[in-house]
């Protein structure tokens, strides 16, 4: 079964990513992926206050990841897997790929703020001609009957 990866963060865009991936994997029979990275650079404190920053990290994404997969059950009937991994989110994304061979799709939102579509987008299509997966973009400011009409 083929699988779209989309990364899972606090951003606006993320939710449009997640509904592309979504109604993709619904009218194609695939399945969905959801990538949730946390960065320990921004936990460069003491062990064990660094211990409870990833605690409460992923207690958000686990939270999050719930709003996102029940509507994907409920709605789309697609049953999304979710995995979180630690380190740089692009790295992490190309290891998840190599992994994972049923991957066949990386899907991001892009930013509609004035300072450019975001840094993951930017970094994942710098290198697009080398990755081993068509990555699609999704608009931040698309809405939901859009983005159900063109999947």
């Known amino acids: 079964m083929r699988k779209f990866l989309v990364v899972l963060d606090d951003s606006r865009e993320c939710l449009n990513a ?12 695939g399945g969905v992926v959801i990538l949730a990275v946390i960065n320990h650079e921004d936990m460069q404190h003491f062990m064990g206050v660094a211990d409870l920053m990833r605690s409460e990290a992923l207690e958000r994404i686990e939270a999050h990841y719930e709003v996102f997969a029940k509507w994907m059950r409920d709605r789309q009937g697609v049953h999304p897997e979710l995995v979180v991994r630690d380190g740089d989110a692009s790295a992490e994304i190309l290891k998840l790929v190599e992994e994972d061979t049923d991957i066949g799709i990386l899907v991001l939102g892009a930013s509609i703020e004035k300072g450019g579509p975001g840094p993951l987008v930017t970094q994942m299509s710098r290198n697009a001609g080398t990755l081993p997966i068509p990555v699609t973009i999704v608009p931040g400011d698309l809405s939901k009957e859009r983005l159900e009409a063109i999947t």
Do not use: E
Request: proline share 0%; no cysteine; charged share 15%.
């Open 18 to 29: 997640m509904r592309y991936a979504a109604f993709r994997a619904s009218h194609t029979g």
